[in-house]
């Protein structure tokens, strides 16, 4: 089992940055595609950017420019650098894990999901 623990959400002025960590432990996530999805109140959980385990990168329309996900392996950890934030990208953000390569927007395609941590961004 791998346990995934996200930080960084907060309060953020329009315009603002944040950047969100996702820490994994209990297996080591090297060849796993990790993910990021967001849910707002009232609304569904949306994919929002991932990375295949070789490297490549997928990005939701509504974040490409604004948004970069990496990850450092040596550190089992994943990052979200979020840039030019919007009142829209409000919501309660999550990361993921999934065995291997797979569609990477597709939530059910995921084994493994942190907790989730806020980001409010104010107009």
């Known amino acids: 089992q791998a346990q995934l623990v996200e930080s960084g959400g907060g309060l953020v002025q329009a315009g603002g940055s944040l950047r969100l960590s996702c820490a994994a432990s209990?297996?080591?996530?090297?060849?796993?595609?990790m993910g990021w999805f967001r849910q707002a109140p009232g609304k569904e959980r949306e994919f929002v950017a991932s990375?295949?385990?070789?490297?490549?990168?997928y990005y939701a329309d509504s974040v490409k420019g604004r948004f970069t996900i990496s990850r450092d392996n040596a550190k089992n950890t994943m990052y979200l650098q979020m840039n030019s934030l919007k009142p829209e990208d409000t919501a309660v953000y999550y990361c993921?894990?999934?065995?291997?390569?797979?569609?990477?927007?597709?939530?059910?395609?995921?084994?493994?999901w942190g907790q989730g941590t806020q980001v409010t961004v104010s107009s």
């Open positions: 993921a894990a999934a065995r291997g390569a797979v569609v990477p927007g597709q939530g059910g395609n995921y084994n493994y």
């Open positions: 209990g297996r080591t996530l090297s060849t796993y595609t």
């Open positions: 990375i295949i385990w070789t490297g490549r990168l």
